[in-house]
């Protein structure tokens, strides 16, 4: 079982070895991106810019052999420049569909909240259904799809705030912030010197079959519990003794929460070379999961009161449940 183990983990860890050999720091952020990718999910990027959020998830998708394409928002942008359309040919006197860059594995949207509401409706549809309609015909996205947005925090003049349902189709949201000054030193010396190319570790086939074997992953019932718990938390504080949260909060997460914490923990149990979740697992992708998903009063945004203030609360109000580890190894020894 130790040795399935260290062979499973293997490829993920030699694709996030490769990808440090350009990007400096930013741990969290590229674990996520693993993590979306093994459970097949999005990712939203908070930070202000030059953070290497394009660099993270390009050289991502060199370690994977997979395509990779970038569309940066702008106000003026239609959502055929995203999708694709149809072209009318004066030779042939027939209509030509021209897919759009969406058609890749791993996207990069750029400011997202820069581009108005039909753009973002194009490209939140492609993220649920993974397919686009152009015309009368239906054509499916590549197989691994990973869409990471980013939004800068530090402007509103001139951008479209995604509406807080369209949010919830992202699995996480990461915040990120500026690095060290260790790290900022080690990030200048490389990128004023020659870039270390990185090497292709996996194809996209590969990354598939790690999907499905990260969908194997087992998850306690009391896990699942677990998370219930947290969810419907945000959505009524007073039921786990927390009365004063309550004028914060106007909509808690919604069921999409509880499901995408329980993959999203079953995943990072993979990464760390396990074939089970525990509950630390589910602690640590909590915020990233969930904080997205809360619609904040008036009342939270005088108090300067945020998402993860209230989540933390939460975590720390709820006890973490105890899993007997030997009833894990046993069930995935068994099965």
Known sequence: MEQSN?????????????????????????ERLIV???????ILVEGV?????????????????????RIQFTPDLVPADLIGTRIY???TGEFNTSLGPVFTNLLLADEINRAPAKVQSALLEVMQERQVTIGRETFKVPTPFLVLAT????????????????????????LIGYPTSTEEFVIVER????????????????????????????????????????VTATRSPKTVDLPDLEHYITFGASPRASINLILAAKAIAFVRGRTYA??????????????????LSYEAL???????????????????????????TNIRANS
């Open 6 to 30: 260290r062979e499973n983990k293997l490829p993920m860890e030699q694709v996030l070895y490769e990808v440090k050999k350009v990007i400096v720091g930013q741990d969290h952020l590229l």
């Open 36 to 42: 979306a990718l093994l459970a097949r999910g999005h």
């Open 49 to 69: 810019p030059g953070l290497a959020k394009t660099m993270a998830i390009k050289t991502l998708a060199d370690t994977v052999g997979g395509e990779f394409k």
């Open 89 to 91: 040919n004066q030779k």
């Open 151 to 174: 939004q800068n925090p530090i402007e509103t003049e001139g951008t479209y705030p995604l509406p807080e349902a369209q949010v919830d189709r992202f699995m996480l949201k990461v």
């Open 191 to 230: 990128m004023t010197s020659a870039i270390t190319a990185v090497q292709k570790v996996i194809t996209t086939d590969q990354l598939v079959e790690l999907q499905k074997m990260a969908d194997k992953v087992y998850v306690d019932p009391v896990l699942i519990e677990y998370a219930v718990k947290l």
């Open 278 to 295: 525990l509950p630390q697992d589910v602690v640590d992708m909590a915020l990233d999961v969930i904080r997205h998903r809360l619609v």
């Open 302 to 328: 005088s108090d300067e009161v945020t998402s993860d203030d209230i989540l933390e609360k939460i975590l720390e109000r709820i006890p973490v449940p105890v899993v007997p580890l030997n009833e894990h």
